[in-house]
């Protein structure tokens, strides 16, 4: 899978969850608001162009099975507040919304195939959003399309982390080894984990690859080409179509 190594993802894994980047690479993805569905197209075809497609499919799920989504059946959570049905059909029927846990279920359900939803904060508080999502009428099983929930910034704090991207972790051996980057290693020690009081909400998570505030941002044009030698996605062959409708 041809790419670039997402160096603000790596500072974040490598302060909060640095064994993952033994094996797996964070691989940078644009950040015009499609992000999720711009990460699930690197991971399926190789490449982000067809991020409209899988949003106007995904569209369509949320439009033509209602109740699955009008009664929050998929993410039956008690910690998770999900937006309501017309809210989040309007969000990702338009390109360069925000998405959230809802759509990228629906989304597992367009690919047929589970995502793993990876978020780097892993305690009690956060655990909903480190899951394995399984669309509708979807088995459990393995998957190799992993999405990380990231931040266009690295946080000056990193117990305040607060994701506004999304990008493709990559599964690739002896990861730790590609694009080595030496600055990068000592910039973050990994910090003392502290209990989030449990309460039902909702992170505050945007595609648009944003931050709300203007941290510290650290440069991404270090970031050196890679070719991982394992394919994207699995085996099976995605027609593309005709036509798919341009970004406004």
Not at 197 to 218: L, Y
């Amino acid at each position: 899978m041809p790419g670039s190594r997402d160096v603000t993802s790596t500072i974040i894994l490598n302060s909060l969850q640095p064994a993952l980047l033994q094996d797996h690479v964070p691989i940078s993805i644009s950040g015009d608001g499609n992000c999720m569905f711009r990460a699930l197209s690197k991971a399926l075809y190789g490449t982000e162009n067809m991020h409209t497609l899988l949003r106007l499919l995904t569209s369509l799920e949320i439009a033509c099975f209602l109740p699955d989504y009008e009664n929050l059946l998929a993410l039956a959570d008690s910690q998770i507040s999900v937006p309501d049905y017309t809210e989040c059909l309007q969000t990702v029927c338009e390109l360069g919304s925000a998405t959230e846990l809802i759509h990228l279920y629906a989304a597992s359900t367009v690919i047929g195939k589970p995502i793993q939803s990876v978020f780097p904060l892993r305690n009690s508080h956060f655990s909903p959003w480190d899951r394995l999502v399984v669309g509708r009428n979807l088995t459990h099983q393995a998957t190799n399309i992993k999405l990380l929930w990231s931040s266009a910034s690295v946080p000056q704090d990193m117990q305040t982390f607060s994701p506004n991207h999304f990008v493709l972790l990559h599964s690739i051996d002896n990861a730790s080894q590609i694009q080595p980057i030496p600055s990068m290693l000592n910039t973050c020690s990994a910090p003392t984990h502290k209990h989030t009081a449990n309460a039902k909400r909702r992170p505050p998570i945007s595609s648009r690859g944003r931050p709300k505030k203007k941290p510290h941002r650290t440069s991404t044009t270090d970031a050196v080409e890679i070719a991982a030698t394992e394919p994207a996605g699995d085996n099976t062959t995605h027609e593309e179509p005709e036509a798919v409708a341009e970004e406004q």
